[in-house]
C-alpha cells in the first residue's frame, strides 16, 4: 500500500518562499510519475507540476513556471516542491500524488493518478 506524506505548508507574506516535501512509503517511486496538485477553497483540484522519476521530465502548469521547482531524491523516496515568489492567489491545499511508471506526456488530470496524500495548506498573504 502506496503512502503519501506531505509537509512544509504554511503562511507566508507575497514574494516569500515555501518548500514542501512529500515522503513516500510502501513502495519506491523511482519508475513512478510524482505530482504535485493544488486546490483552493471552491475550485477544483488543479495541476501544478509532475515529474517522472527515472529521468527527471517535468511539465509545469502557466501559472507557476519560473516560479516553482519540482525535485526528487529517490534514494529518500522524497519528493519535493520549491516555491519562490509566492502570490495570493497561489494560496491553496496542495497534494503530493502519483501514478505508476513513466509518462510520454506527463498528465494534468487527477483522474490519471492513483494515490494522493492528505494534503498540506499554503496561505499566501498579501
Known amino acids: 500500500q502506496v503512502q503519501l506524506v506531505e509537509s512544509g505548508g504554511g503562511l507566508v507574506q507575497a514574494g516569500g518562499s515555501l518548500r514542501l516535501s512529500c515522503t513516500a512509503s510502501?513502495?519506491?517511486?523511482?519508475?513512478?510519475?510524482m505530482g504535485w496538485f493544488r486546490q483552493a477553497p471552491g475550485k477544483e483540484r488543479e495541476f501544478v507540476v509532475g515529474i517522472n522519476s527515472i529521468d527527471g521530465t517535468t511539465r509545469y502548469a502557466d501559472p507557476v513556471k519560473g516560479r516553482f521547482t519540482i525535485s526528487r531524491d529517490n534514494a529518500k523516496n522524497t519528493l519535493y516542491l520549491q516555491m519562490n515568489s509566492l502570490k495570493p492567489e497561489d494560496t491553496a491545499v496542495y497534494f503530493c500524488?502519483?501514478?505508476?511508471?513513466?509518462?510520454?506526456?506527463?498528465?494534468?488530470?487527477?483522474?490519471?493518478?492513483?494515490?494522493w496524500g492528505q494534503g498540506t495548506q499554503v496561505t499566501v498573504s498579501s
Open positions: 510502501g513502495r519506491t517511486f523511482n519508475t513512478d510519475t
Open positions: 500524488t502519483r501514478r505508476p511508471g513513466y509518462s510520454m506526456v506527463i498528465p494534468i488530470r487527477p483522474e490519471s493518478y492513483d494515490h
